[in-house]
């Protein structure tokens, strides 16, 4: 696969990701929601940190959330520089297109995310209690700490906790509870080829287990 296919494959994502990343934003309040099918919302929140809202300052208490969101960002575009050279090094050595295309959506998934991060807080202004603007004259942030838009919910399952059911008793329980977006399913995709596909993706290592097992029987 050609390093022109992959691009394509990393471009299509980026568009889908930003463009409904932008509707989002600029159709939506902060935390409005539209129920599209019982199992199926679009709930539009904003990430402020890495997976699941985490954030450097909850581990590090001196760490103020700005300093941790700039942080966060510069983690991700070392990353990012260190994914687009492990593609790169893959479509060079003329690697299995599985891998190449897993790698390319691992890319696409985090340069995605990384738009939003760099440029999002000087692109728009604030989505509490208002619908935001494209190119605002007033933005909510500066560049390097913009916030992540997430929008899809799947609660496949909300209910109760039975009251017998220790501790959790009369608890809501919902499945599945995380909100995200299109980048964050190319990267889960990726990832799951790489996983799934492992021995397709990567042939060679399979090669050197086997040199290895007979020349270890020869001895």
């Known amino acids: 696969m050609s390093l022109k296919k992959a691009s394509l494959v990393i471009a299509l994502v980026l568009i889908v990701d930003q463009l409904s990343k932008i509707y989002v934003k600029t159709h939506f309040e902060l935390y409005e929601s539209v129920e599209v099918f019982s199992w199926f919302k679009i709930l539009f ?3 402020e940190g890495a997976a699941w809202g985490t ?3 909850d581990f590090i208490p001196f760490i103020s959330d700005r300093a941790s969101k700039l942080i966060l960002t510069l983690f991700r575009l070392v990353a990012i520089s260190g994914i687009a050279y492990w593609l790169y090094d893959t479509v060079k050595k003329g690697s299995p297109k599985i891998l190449i295309i897993a790698i390319s959506l691992i890319f696409a998934g985090a340069f995605g995310n990384i738009i939003d991060s760099v440029f999002y807080g000087v692109l728009f ?5 208002q619908i935001a603007t494209l190119f605002s004259e007033n933005p909510y942030g500066t560049i390097f700490h913009g916030k992540v838009v997430d929008m899809f919910q799947f609660p496949l399952i909300d ?3 039975p009251e017998w059911v220790p501790y959790y008793g009369g608890r809501s329980f919902r499945f599945f509870e995380p909100i995200f977006n299109v980048a964050d399913t ?5 990832v799951g080829m790489l996983i799934v596909f492992n ?3 990567f042939p060679k290592n399979k090669k050197v287990n086997e040199t290895e097992t007979t020349a270890a029987g020869m001895n």
């Open 125 to 129: 202004n604030d989505s509490h209690g």
């Open 159 to 161: 209910t109760t906790w």
């Open 186 to 190: 190319s990267i889960s995709t990726g």
């Open 45 to 47: 929140i904003e990430n």
């Open 55 to 57: 954030k450097l300052s």
């Open 199 to 201: 021995k397709k993706a």
